[in-house]
């Protein structure tokens, strides 16, 4: 093998109170993919700020580029080293063009007022032609599918010449078919040479990709293995630090299924027609399908975020007419979106303040002040049962893990007792470990009366959890299938058929 691209020796990162990394290591070749793996709270994010040059390690750490020790002076001084990172919300400016986001980076660099234009579109579209991509370099990205704005990530990425790649979580808002593109990009990157660090959660992708392990548990390096080499199992207990199986939910549905809410012949142009179905109090009904099926747009109407068009939405046997999320809260139904960052959290505020927002009069008096002491024990609670990590009610939502931060939406909509409890995509960037504790608490709270809506496009998941399951396919509703002997093919037929 090749002279490494890259080595972290004795890499530590302190933050008032928390040590997130503790003496790590790791090491990338040219033309890898070397896999960090590790539950929520590991400190891979930590360590990808180091590399990207957004935060400095604790003194004693090395970084060693090319055979040289290097200290990393800012983002733009990672770029010129040859390191690139592409986040899960992608970084780009949705109001400049697929060109300009590509060359955006040497403008900065460069500090250039004025852009040469026909360099930046020649540079596009030879970065998108190595990609295989019929995206015009002139299109807003705004106006981009979640795919085809990676596609402009990773073309900013070549045509910054980049040497190694990291990849955050790349395929979490991707379909099957734009994941197997995403797999072909990559192989075509490891034939240039290029390093790729895959940050991810998914099992069958990080075996399908990668090439190395490292494994990251509480902020300290636990083991590299190489991939072939090591079972699914075993890199689990090195993640999670005990054994773990996957735990299904399946039959444990108590009490009488009456059901809570139904759905008749909801539309909405461009999105869902046509959509009938009920959730029941003590079940579980999971709904799947590709992704532009429908699933969260219906969803959405459901709760007053998208009113539809036509329909209606049935309330123990009472219509009602809802067309705000506030109305649909007074009506008992709750809704966890899919993107905690954009819609289900307001970053810049506590912990404590993301939780009980919903429910913030609870904790008023007649004059309207809040009860500090009863809002922090709220809140503790929470925290604890659903293992936040770290678990100090007054740090910033923003400061948390991907992981951490889902935990905070599903204790925010969970503490409202609601009676219709949607959740959409509820593991989704969640490590193996807190994926089975979310799960529980979906079927005890079914188990409580509460009738669940898990929308979701892990079919693994679906097939775990799900009482039933209802398929959708192009805005309507292929089928409702009883969850006994189900498999995933049975599915996947409904999806695309």
Request: with cysteine; charged share 25%.
């Amino acid at each position: 093998m090749s002279e490494k691209f890259l080595e972290l020796l004795n890499i530590s990162k302190t933050f008032p109170g928390v040590k997130a990394l503790d003496h790590v290591k790791f090491d990338i070749y040219p033309g890898e993919v070397h896999a960090l793996v590790g539950e929520n709270g590991a400190g891979k994010s930590t360590l990808i700020k180091i590399l990207s040059g957004v935060q400095p390690p604790d003194e004693g750490g090395r970084i060693i580029i090319e055979g040289k020790e290097v200290h990393l002076k800012g983002p733009m001084d990672a770029i010129k080293r040859g390191i690139s990172v592409i986040y899960q919300d992608f970084s780009l400016f949705s109001n400049l063009t697929v060109a300009e986001n590509i060359g955006i980076n040497e403008m900065i660099e460069k500090n250039q007022r004025i852009l040469p234009w026909k360099e930046v579109n020649r540079k596009a579209k030879e970065a998108l032609a190595f990609l295989k991509t019929d995206i015009n370099p002139q299109d807003m990205v705004g106006h981009l599918s979640v795919a085809k704005q990676q596609m402009v990530a990773i073309a900013a990425s070549v045509a910054q010449k980049a040497k190694m790649i990291i990849m955050d979580e790349p395929t979490s808002a991707l379909s099957r078919s734009e994941v197997e593109r995403l797999y072909e990009i990559i192989e075509d990157l490891k034939k240039q040479n290029i390093a790729i660090m895959f940050v991810g959660h998914k099992m069958d992708e990080l075996y399908h990709v990668s090439d190395r392990f490292t494994v990251f548990r509480d902020g300290q390096y636990v083991n590299t293995v190489d991939a072939k080499q090591t079972a699914e199992s075993e890199l689990i207990s090195m993640m999670v630090g005990r054994k773990i199986e996957v735990q299904s939910y399946l039959g444990e549905a108590k009490g009488e299924k009456k059901a809570v809410l139904r759905v008749e012949n909801l539309c909405k142009s461009g999105n869902f027609k046509d959509v009938t179905f009920e959730a029941r109090a003590g079940e579980i009904l999971g709904v799947t399908g590709l992704v532009g099926a429908g699933r969260s747009e219906t969803m959405q109407a459901i709760f007053g975020i998208n009113t539809a068009d036509s329909g209606k939405i049935i309330l123990d046997g009472q219509e009602v007419h809802i067309h705000s999320p506030k109305e649909a809260l007074d009506h008992g139904i709750a809704y966890i979106p899919e993107s905690r960052q954009t819609q289900g959290l307001i970053l810049k505020k506590t912990i404590r303040d993301n939780i009980l927002l919903p429910q913030l009069s609870k904790y008023a008096n007649a004059f309207g002040i809040l009860n500090n002491a009863k809002m922090r024990d709220a809140a503790n609670q929470w925290i604890e049962m659903l293992d936040v990590r770290p678990g100090d009610p007054n740090n910033l939502a923003m400061q948390l893990s991907g992981g951490n931060q889902q935990k905070v939406v599903l204790a925010k909509w969970i503490s409202t007792n609601a009676r219709v409890l949607i959740v959409d995509e509820p593991t989704n960037g969640v490590d193996i470990g807190a994926k089975d504790e979310i799960h529980k608490i979906l079927r005890d709270i079914a188990n409580q009366g509460t009738a669940v809506i898990m929308v979701s496009s892990e079919l693994v998941e679906v097939l775990a959890c799900s009482d039933r399951v209802m398929v959708m396919r192009r805005g309507r509703v292929a089928g409702i299938l009883d969850n006994k002997d189900l498999t995933q093919e049975q599915i996947m037929n409904q999806s695309v058929s």
